[in-house]
């Protein structure tokens, strides 16, 4: 499975960005997708993942309402709906795919920057 993220760049805070993940290859095997993000001096952290099949979305506590994560099957891509963003979610976006059951991501995209301007 490859994944190519795309859609980061500069916005202002309270304008509206979406965030694309196109995955390639076997997509088939996946069970998962999810968007993480990493800011420097700090961990990559966990922002929003999607149940590939069916469709259920779910988020981290800190994200929920703000963030609305979606799939289009069809077109093998996740998106991330970002509402009123703040200086604060300036980040290095992160897509991942995992196609085991049990959980572990084990595709990763190369990171779209997200920065935003106050």
């Known amino acids: 499975v490859q994944l190519q993220a795309s859609g980061g760049g500069l916005v202002q805070a309270g304008d509206s960005l979406r965030l694309s993940c196109a995955a390639s290859?076997?997509?088939?095997?996946?069970?998962?997708m999810g968007w993480f993000r990493r800011t420097p001096g700090k961990e990559r952290e966990f922002v929003a993942g999607?149940?590939?099949?069916?469709?259920?979305?779910y988020y981290a506590d800190s994200m929920k309402g703000r963030v609305t994560v979606s799939r289009d099957n069809a077109k093998n891509t996740m998106y991330l709906q970002m509402n009123s963003p703040k200086p604060e979610d300036t980040a290095v976006y992160y897509c991942?795919?995992?196609?085991?059951?049990?959980?572990?991501?084990?595709?990763w995209g190369q990171g779209t920057q997200v920065t935003v301007s106050s």
């Open positions: 991942a795919a995992t196609t085991v059951l049990s959980g572990q991501w084990n595709y």
């Open positions: 999607i149940w590939w099949r069916n469709g259920i979305p």
């Open positions: 290859g076997r997509t088939s095997d996946i069970f998962r």
